[in-house]
């Protein structure tokens, strides 16, 4: 017996080595999964000059839809033809409300100039051009202007009379995608930015129909092959002379039908609502739980005013002025026998570093690194093309790198795109928020954290000899931990054009910054900066960007929220994290984000410790936290009370419908879920009665021991890795913006659908949400470590029994040695 024991013990132990070398399942992208669950595949048919039949085209996604970005992938296409500029895709959004699918005339195309130099601007524009199978647009509409398809707007506005008329889209707005490759392999990939209404009223796209249902819209893709409409072969001095929009062309289309979601209010005309304000990390989610909040909990607002401003109103919040802010970093009373402030935990995301790179060789650029260093380079005007535009200027930057693409550092980390650089007319830096921000302090105290950033911004080259910008080398960004803006102090200028002394540009014209982190994912999505560098003479003259980076050439990165880089279908970069891994932003290494933070000093908060973020954890994870007051009316306490247990109840369930946790966002722990719900029941009770000495412990509020424990300090000093001079999480340094102005985007888009998505199982969702938000692999990864124990003890347990058996007649009883 005591053999056959030992041998199972020995097999257990043999069994719980083979589970923990089993791999786990690997773990798909959220977004990607829910969004495929409406993904429709079509094929091309065969033209009267080329053959688009073996083209077969996914639209990633086609139901529930707002203002976002789409995924569009194809396979089976002729290779673009780098030289002649042939066999390429050309994509627009149309309105229609015929089943069969849209006309012409209601496509958002041709506001394009055209920037390839081809020889040709009418298949950038409207223009019929010479396509021998048009018969409807045959004669010029005015004398000296060729036939051409006019715009005609889902509004009921007039038609467009000029194939120029900017009345209803422009260069600047168009989303248009005029030149999409195709690549060597014969696939391509682009992300289409969706307009709905408001924004595009001429589309008109997710109007509310009443019952629940909104007007549908088109998305249509016409492939150029290597002929024009007339059968000649394109060459790169003889371009395309026809529009997409001509006859021939038109009749080679793809079409997919999109169904938005309803735009507008969800909540009864007049319906008092109770504002909310604050993060922008929490703009994406407040979206969507809008929209199921109006019928279950009440009528909410939400403005991104930034986390300073909000956390002074939470502090001033009062019976007559109630609000409830989001914010990362903790608030606090405003003096001693202030109202506690109630602290629950909300969203788990983080900052993202997206980018939009299309490489001129093949399609787009998938996959992209970068160092704390690099990022240090990039937010202080270091790269020559930052900053002068000028080979050789300015002098104080001599021996640095023209930009990022050059750098070594940057294909060291990136091999995959050595050489690629050199085929790209402009290389433009990062797009920074102009909002200070909580978050903004955590991406300055992870470069901190991080001993070859630190260095670079003290002063130290890198070992290629690159040095920081001297402008930036004093300000102390290697160890001010109060930091929460991107300085632009670089002074250099020149002139635009030397013939006009009013053409100056500086730094803010190289590095416009955008206004918000929303507005850097569209400028990123768009690969177009705003960077206005080119004088354009006239009365008066002005500074343009001559209609941004090349279709099919741009490279444009940008600092963004997790959320809002999925929204928009922008790629983001691995970053790396403390033990030297480079990590994406998924919602895995955002919950090991949550597990690497450190306490704020404030009971109930976490405070982000980027230079902590080891085994698999993202360095630029933040929890965002609704903060209330005990000292606002009861009633509206109750209410704010119903918000936070929603939003982290149902409202942590991962999804595109209304109401769920949006793609960018991982699902509240547990724990933390079950301190937001304490921390409204803690808010509902309000203040303590008089000579109460103090509060809930246990509710995550803000305070130690009552409403005056709340003053203790905004953070420790962030720890990990070689973080000498790593700073610490304060609160203090500059001030958001107000709310003036601030809630502009949120207010024509936070309602306006952009929640996405199709039918999900519910029996996943519920199961999702009771594993407090464990993902389907952690939860596989509990379980394998679980057996493993539980072989690991029984084998042990088999083994020392045989064992005791055969020494225990050693071992005197304990009665014996008395």
């Known amino acids: 017996m005591s053999r056959r024991r030992l041998y199972g013990g020995i097999l257990a132990l043999l069994a719980a080595v083979a589970v923990a070398l089993l791999p786990l399942p690997p773990t798909a992208d959220a977004h990607a999964a829910q969004s495929d669950e409406t993904a429709v595949t079509k094929s091309g048919q065969r033209g009267k000059y080329d053959d688009f039949s ?363 795109l050595k050489g690629w650089t050199k085929r790209v007319s402009q290389l433009e830096s990062v797009i920074v928020s102009l909002q200070d921000s909580d978050v903004t302090r955590m991406l300055w105290h992870w470069l901190q954290s991080d001993k070859d950033a630190r260095e670079f911004l003290s002063g130290t080259p890198d070992p290629w000899g690159m040095k920081v910008n001297p402008y930036y080398k004093d300000l102390g960004l290697d160890k001010d931990g109060t930091l929460a803006g991107f300085p632009k102090v670089d002074p250099f200028t020149r002139l635009a054009n030397a013939q006009y002394p009013q053409s100056t540009i500086g730094i803010t014209n190289v590095q416009p910054p955008a206004n918000n982190l929303h507005d850097a994912a569209l400028a990123a999505l768009r690969g177009d900066s705003g960077r206005k560098t080119i004088w354009e003479p006239g009365v008066p003259g002005k500074l343009t960007n001559g209609g941004g980076q090349r279709a099919g050439e741009r490279a444009q990165i940008a600092i963004v929220d997790t959320a809002t880089a999925a929204r928009y279908g922008l790629k983001t970069a691995a970053l790396r994290n403390a033990d030297g891994a480079f990590v994406q932003p998924t919602s895995e290494a955002l919950l090991e984000g949550v597990a690497a933070m450190k306490p704020s000093g404030v009971a109930g908060v976490l405070s982000p410790d980027p230079g902590a973020a080891r085994a698999g954890a993202y360095p630029l994870t933040a929890v965002t936290y609704s903060v209330g007051s005990v000292g606002m009316a009861a009633k509206d306490r109750t209410a704010y009370a119903k918000l936070i247990r929603y939003t982290t109840g149902a409202g942590q369930t991962p999804g595109l419908d209304p109401g769920e946790l949006p793609p960018g966002y991982a699902p509240l722990p547990a724990n933390l879920r079950d301190q937001a719900k304490a921390a409204a029941d803690r808010l509902e009770r309000g203040a303590p009665p008089s000579g109460d000495p103090g509060g809930d412990a246990s509710g995550g509020g803000s305070g130690g021991g009552g409403p005056a424990g709340v003053s203790g300090a905004g953070g420790a000093e962030s720890s990990g890795g070689d973080t000498g001079g790593s700073a610490g999480a304060g609160t203090s340094g500059g001030g958001s913006a107000g709310p003036a102005g601030a809630g502009e985007h949120a207010a024509t888009e936070g309602s306006s659908g952009h929640t996405t998505g199709g039918e999900r199982d519910s029996d996943t969702k519920q199961n999702v949400a009771k594993s407090g938000g464990l993902t389907p692999s952690a939860v596989l990864g509990l379980i394998r470590w679980t057996l493993l124990a539980a072989l690991v003890i029984g084998g042990a347990a088999a083994l020392s029994g045989p064992l005791l058996m055969r020494f225990g007649h050693r071992i005197p009883l304990a009665s014996s040695r008395k």
């Open 54 to 416: 073996d083209l077969k085209v996914t639209v990633h996604q086609t139901k529930n839809l707002g203002k976002q970005g789409v995924r569009v992938t194809w396979s089976g296409g002729a290779p673009t033809d780098p030289y002649n500029k042939a066999n390429f895709l050309q994509i627009m959004q149309c309105w229609g409300d015929d089943e069969s699918g849209p006309r012409r005339e209601q496509c958002e195309f041709g506001a394009t100039t055209n920037q390839q130099g081809n020889g040709g601007l009418n298949w950038y524009l409207r223009e019929i051009g010479t396509d021998p199978g048009e018969t409807e647009y045959v004669r010029e509409p005015k004398p000296g202007v060729q036939p051409f398809v006019p715009f005609k707007p889902a509004n009921g506005k007039p038609a467009t009379t000029d194939r120029t008329d900017d009345s209803y889209f422009n260069p600047l707005d168009t989303n248009e995608k005029p030149y999409v490759r195709t690549g060597a392999d014969g696939t391509g990939e682009a992300t289409f930015e969706l307009k709905a209404v408001p924004e595009a009223d001429y589309l008109g796209c997710g109007l509310a129909l009443g019952g629940g249902k909104a007007r549908s819209c088109w998305l249509v893709v016409v492939p150029r092959g290597a002929h024009d409409a007339d059968g000649t072969p394109v060459t790169l001095s003889n371009g395309y002379d026809s529009s997409p929009l001509s006859a021939t062309n038109w009749a080679s289309r793809i079409e997919f039908k999109l169904d938005f979601q309803p735009v507008g209010s969800f909540c009864p005309i007049g319906a008092a609502e109770l504002p909310t304000m604050g993060s922008e990390l929490g703009e994406e989610a407040m979206a969507s739980w809008n929209r199921m909040l109006c019928a279950q909990v009440g009528n909410f607002g939400f403005n991104p005013t930034g986390e300073e401003y909000a956390r002074g109103e939470a502090a001033g919040a009062d019976v007559s002025a109630p609000v409830m802010s989001y914010t990362v970093e903790p608030a606090r009373p405003e003096g001693e026998g202030a109202p506690e402030l109630v602290h629950a935990p909300a969203t788990v995301s983080g900052l993202a570093i997206a980018f939009l790179i299309e490489d001129p060789g093949s399609s787009v650029v998938q996959e992209l690194r970068l160092t704390p260093r690099l990022v240090a380079k990039l937010l202080t005007a270091s790269y020559i093309n930052d900053t002068a535009l000028e080979a050789g200027d300015p002098k104080y930057l001599k021996g640095n790198w023209w930009s990022w693409g050059k750098d070594p550092e940057f294909t060291e980390v990136n091999p995959q």
